[in-house]
């Protein structure tokens, strides 16, 4: 099933150094770059920008109407999901990568294989906390954003993840798994609170 799943027959290795082996003062930068801004320690600031983003939405709004009380109920799923995930996200990540101990790519490759920029770490590779936070934050705030919006989320989710890569941190497997946890959490998330929502309306 690994030879299936996370090795894809030996792609998972090639594309690993096909984005590994390039690498530059410059490039370097820019990948440590997108690692600290995909980092979950960052929690608590990008809360702090929904939160007051979310405020000066809805604040924009004339008070007590249709147009104030639809900005704070776009606002407030968002919100719910982003701190609910990051929970959930967390809590399945510190089960997943013990449980799992995948060897990271200086192990099972080689450190003399490997381009590692940084502190070479050895184990619990899948899935990758980085590339599944940067999902997390986009998927998030998927609903709020046009179409603009979701081009630069795009761009920085990949972004994170080519960053574990190119810095010698995780296989591609590993980020694809990152980013197919948070999806399903957020998925998982949003359709709960539609649900509320909805038996909230009923009653």
């Known amino acids: 099933?690994?030879?299936?799943?996370?090795?894809?027959?030996?792609?998972?290795v090639a594309l690993f150094h096909l984005i590994n082996?390039?690498?530059?003062?410059?490039?370097?930068?820019?990948m440590q770059l997108a690692t600290a801004l995909g980092d979950h320690g960052n929690f608590p600031l990008y809360l702090f920008l929904l939160l007051l983003s979310g405020y000066v939405a809805v604040l924009r709004q004339p008070h007590a109407t249709a147009a104030h009380r639809h900005a704070a109920l776009r606002w407030l799923p968002v919100l719910v999901v982003f701190s609910a995930g990051y929970v959930a996200d967390g809590w399945l990540i510190g089960a997943l990568k013990p449980m799992l101990d995948f060897p990271r790519p200086p192990l099972a490759l080689g450190e003399a294989a490997v381009h590692v920029v940084g502190k070479a770490e050895l184990h619990h590779s899948l899935p990758?906390?980085?590339?599944s936070f940067a999902m997390l934050l986009i998927a998030s705030v998927w609903p709020l954003l046009g179409r603009r919006g979701r081009q630069l989320g795009v761009a920085f989710v990949l972004w994170v993840g080519l960053s574990r890569i190119s810095?010698?941190?995780h296989f591609p497997a590993d980020v694809l798994g990152g980013y197919l946890l948070s999806l399903g959490v957020v998925a998982l998330l949003y359709r709960g609170v539609r649900e509320l929502a909805r038996r909230l309306v009923q009653e």
């Open 128 to 131: 990758s906390g980085h590339a």
């Open 1 to 12: 099933m690994k030879e299936i799943f996370y090795d894809w027959g030996g792609l998972n």
């Open 167 to 169: 810095l010698g941190a």
């Open 21 to 30: 082996d390039v690498h530059g003062g410059v490039l370097d930068r820019l």
